[in-house]
């Protein structure tokens, strides 16, 4: 499985920003697809997952952060995942990385920048 992330970039605080990444290859009716990030000098952590069926979970790490504020969908006729993200805020600067699982293990994307700064 190929995971291509893009939609990062630079906004200012309050802006609006839509990741998406697109999954290629063998894939899995059964999976779970999530994103995480990784601020300067922390660990990646987890943000949101959401089935193959639509059920979403945001991290209890973070939930309280990005509630209302970021959305997790995914088409999987398009074979894509997204991260709606509204109200920015610099504490949200880091790389989000995209995440597939299934059965057989966890696929990583390579990142895409997201700078939250006036």
């Known amino acids: 499985v190929q995971l291509q992330a893009s939609g990062g970039g630079l906004v200012q605080p309050g802006g609006s920003l839509r990741l998406s990444c697109a999954a290629s290859?063998?894939?899995?009716?059964?999976?779970?697809m999530g994103w995480y990030r990784q601020a300067p000098g922390k660990e990646r952590e987890l943000v949101a997952t959401i089935t193959s069926g639509g059920g979403t979970n945001y991290a209890d790490s973070v939930a309280d952060s990005v509630k209302g504020r970021f959305t997790i969908s995914r088409d999987n006729a398009k074979k894509t995942l997204y991260l709606q993200m509204i109200s920015l805020k610099p504490e949200d600067t880091a790389v989000y990385y995209c995440?597939?699982?299934?059965?057989?293990?966890?696929?990583w994307g390579q990142g895409t920048l997201v700078t939250v700064s006036s």
């Open positions: 290859g063998n894939i899995f009716t059964i999976n779970v």
């Open positions: 995440n597939y699982r299934d059965r057989r293990g966890d696929f």
